[in-house]
């Protein structure tokens, strides 16, 4: 499974083990996959198990791109193939097979998956950002956890650029009756659902998910509002209110036109 840092050679079924490259540790919002002896090197070409038939090589742009393994945004460190436009995240291509005791979920080793889960008619969702998973995971085989690779990178506790003190990440949230999570991000100004962060100095909250727009790269390329279910969820939800309205108008207007052939029957009889 471990990956020889020589050019063009191929590795196993098994995506490679990672770390962050040029750095003797990672950066203080990143937890760090256990590695090969030494990771690809810039520009260096491998073998990936789910593009066989050409090499991809690890460089940084600072374009928008989709990644071919997890289906998520990205820019900044990639791997891309020269022959075509297969592009994926460094932390995908280089995800390691298994996790154990990630901070996130300690009690069970998690498993990573190349391809979708399915989970029956319900979108599988990640348990760190809550947004859908499309592409490879890290699942827990014990419990339902799962997680994107991105979210992989986070931990327990973080320091990131924007913010001058060390966040925690808080228990589950436990919504209120009408599903607000009760907390307004610091980076976004708005509230959703998923994991979130907490300062243990002031009161700055900020959300996995755009703790991991810092691991992704898109913040630090100056990409933001980067997320493709958010005008599609907001379109369900006012398509979801009128359905229900009507619904409600035309049973009501049901109720009303049964109530009137009931009164005109009763004047009838006496």
Partial sequence: MMMSSKPLKKT???????????????????????????????????????????????????DLFTCAACKEYGAGERFTCSDCDYQLHDFC??????????PIHPVHKIIFFPKPVKSGILK???DVCAKTTKGCVFKCTVCSFQMHPCCAMLSTEINIPVHPHTLRLLPVPQYTSNGDPGFVCGECNKRRSGRVYHCTVCDYHLHAV????????????????????????????????VMIDFIGGLIEGIGEGVGQVLIQSAARGS
């Fill in 12 to 62: 196993n079924s098994c995506p490679l083990k990672y770390k962050a490259p040029s750095m003797d540790q990672p950066p203080p919002h990143q937890v760090a996959f256990p590695t090969s002896p030494q990771a690809p090197q810039l520009g260096e070409e491998i073998f990936y198990f789910a593009h066989p038939q050409h090499p991809i090589s690890q460089t940084n742009l600072p």
């Fill in 124 to 126: 599988s969702r990640c």
């Fill in 210 to 241: 755009c703790a991991k727009n810092m691991v992704n790269g898109l913040q630090a390329n100056g990409f933001k509002g980067m997320e493709k279910s958010s005008m599609l969820g907001a379109a369900a939800k006012v398509a979801s209110r």
């Fill in 93 to 102: 291509a280089l995800a390691p097979p298994a996790l154990k005791r990630h």
